[in-house]
């Protein structure tokens, strides 16, 4: 146990729809990190977020977005669902700054686009 | 462009046998290597590599990084059928913004 929630565990929606997921970090840790894992891949990176403003992105569309609260929780929402958002949402908590980042995920939430 | 690349992408094995995961890497500013262990979902820690052949070791699993040749391994000994999961390496970089770059990950499956 990492001590990272994640809500739903599961969720389908269909093309076209929003989705909001949602992370709560691990007591102590100040900074999220979203990651998306499709079927036989790595986590790719999608975004990060210290001090509730976006700390860095990767290769996503802007239709992917977050927050981060008061309380270092944080939300990964996507418009307009494709196909190919169908993956593994993991959530990722650390305490920015210290010499030996690790990061401490979360056990995720699988979603399916129809 | 980072990258991370791990071989074999699958491995079948039984119990009691040792085997040896890959982790190649080519990115800029490099700063660290992870590994970490997936079984259902949630990918848990195993090591964090930062300097060049200081071997790590927990219990039956140890790990070596070899920052001239950009690779690290992964072993395990006296695997057991607990061992059956995606092992997944990651490289860090020591400027930017801080991330994990995948590699796809190994499938281990260890048979009784």
């Known amino acids: 146990e990492t001590g990272v929630t994640q809500s739903p565990t599961h969720l389908i929606k269909t093309r076209g729809q929003q989705v909001t997921l949602r992370c709560s970090s691990q007591?102590?840790?100040?900074?999220v990190s979203w990651y998306q894992q499709a079927l036989g891949q790595g986590p790719q990176f999608i975004f990060q977020y210290y001090r509730e403003e976006e700390n860095g992105r990767g290769n996503f569309p802007p239709r992917f977005s977050g927050l981060q609260f008061p309380n270092y929780s944080s939300e990964l929402n996507v418009n307009a669902l494709e196909l190919d958002d169908s993956a593994l949402y993991l959530c990722?908590?650390?305490?920015?700054?210290?010499?030996?980042?690790?990061?401490?995920f979360g056990s995720g939430t699988q979603l399916s686009v129809l | 462009e980072d990258k991370v690349v791990q071989s074999p992408l699958s491995l079948v094995v039984h119990e009691g046998d040792t085997v040896t995961l890959n982790c190649s890497y080519e990115v800029t500013n490099f700063r660290s290597l992870l590994w970490y262990k997936q079984e259902k979902k949630a990918p848990t820690f195993l090591f964090m590599l930062t300097s060049s052949g200081i071997e790590k070791k927990s219990g039956r699993l140890s790990s070596i990084l070899d920052k001239k040749e950009l690779f690290s391994i992964l072993n395990i000994t006296a695997t057991q059928t607990g061992d059956s999961a995606v092992y997944l390496c990651a490289a860090t970089l020591s400027s930017g913004t801080y991330k994990y770059i995948f590699g796809t990950g190994t499938r281990l499956k260890v048979l009784a």
């Open positions: 007591s102590g840790h100040n900074t």
């Open positions: 990722a908590s650390s305490i920015s700054g210290t010499t030996n980042e690790k990061l401490f």
